[in-house]
């Protein structure tokens, strides 16, 4: 069972990573992000 949840929690993680990704510098800056926080943001966390 905890593969399974692993592996859903990676998934969800990548596939937040590729949603910020495809927004412009612009639509990142309107949410208070920079394109080097995503992997952060994506994992939960809070920008640096």
């Known amino acids: 069972m905890k ?3 692993t592996l859903k ?3 969800s993680v990548r596939d ?3 949603q910020l990704r495809r927004l ?3 639509e990142l ?3 208070g992000f920079a394109r ?3 992997p952060a943001v994506a994992r939960g ?3 640096a």
Request: hydrophobic share 25%; aromatic share 10%; net charge negative.
């Open 3 to 5: 593969f399974a949840h």
């Open 16 to 18: 937040t990573e590729n």
């Open 9 to 11: 929690t990676w998934r």
């Open 36 to 38: 080097g926080d995503i």
């Open 24 to 26: 412009s510098e612009r």
């Open 45 to 47: 966390g809070r920008p």
């Open 29 to 31: 800056e309107d949410i």
